[in-house]
């Protein structure tokens, strides 16, 4: 199975051990590229991986801010929230861009991105099916800047599953983004690859068919 993992954070920073994820899909004999959001284009990886660039003052950089986060953290103190309406463009924008090219060229059979967010709604854009794990941060976040919850509502709706790591987290959820139905999955704070592989054909298999 081909797999592009999405996240806004740089790898090293991902809560959801995106590369402990790709890895694993990797062993497991799928096809994984992975897209994120970093500091720097460099580092190297067991798989194949893009990296859009922000860094404040850097020319070179896609973006000419500090990697936008929920809060403020060791690798940047940029938040969501301080991005003005045209930067908030330009990062949809860049991470638009990206996320095209890595389809034209991987093909992907589905999309995993990290949080109810910006990356989850671009993933939309796309219509490839694609799965979203939540967090409470973003859930958080989406109570302080109405910009970002159309963005998050329309992402949630339209996504194959939504994968949470507890019951309070579930409910959380369908409290944010409304009825769900079943698609809310609680998977504990470790996916085992065979569980993830199953979400993943079931949604496929939802969308085109057995």
């Not at 949809?92 to 999309?111: G, S, T, V």
């Not at 989850?120 to 859930?139: F, I, N």
């Not at 910009?147 to 409290?175: C, F, H, M």
Request: hydrophobic share 45%; with cysteine.
């Amino acid at each position: 199975m081909r797999i592009l993992l999405t996240d806004h954070a740089p790898l090293l920073a991902t809560a959801a051990g995106v590369r402990a994820v790709a890895n694993g899909l990797q062993v497991a004999g799928h096809e994984v590229r992975v897209l994120t959001v970093d500091r720097s284009g460099a580092g190297p990886e067991a798989f194949p991986m893009r990296r859009v660039v922000c860094r404040r003052g850097d020319g070179p950089a896609d973006l000419p801010f500090d990697v936008p986060c929920f809060k403020p953290l060791e690798y940047s103190r940029q938040t969501f929230r301080e991005l003005s309406d045209d930067e908030l463009t330009a990062y949809r924008q860049a991470i638009r861009a990206a996320l095209d090219e890595e389809i034209a060229a991987f093909d992907p059979r589905i999309i995993h991105s990290q949080h109810i967010w910006v990356g989850g709604h671009l993933a939309l854009e796309t219509g490839v099916p694609y799965v979203l794990s939540a967090y409470a941060d973003e859930l958080a976040a989406l109570r302080d800047d109405s910009r970002y919850r159309r963005l998050a509502q329309e992402a949630a709706e339209n996504s194959g599953r939504i994968l949470v790591e507890s019951d309070a987290l579930r409910d959380a959820v369908l409290e944010a983004c409304g009825n769900l139905e079943d698609r809310v999955v609680v998977v504990g704070n470790v996916v085992a690859v065979e569980q993830l592989v199953g979400i993943y054909q079931q949604v496929i298999d939802e969308r085109f068919g057995k």
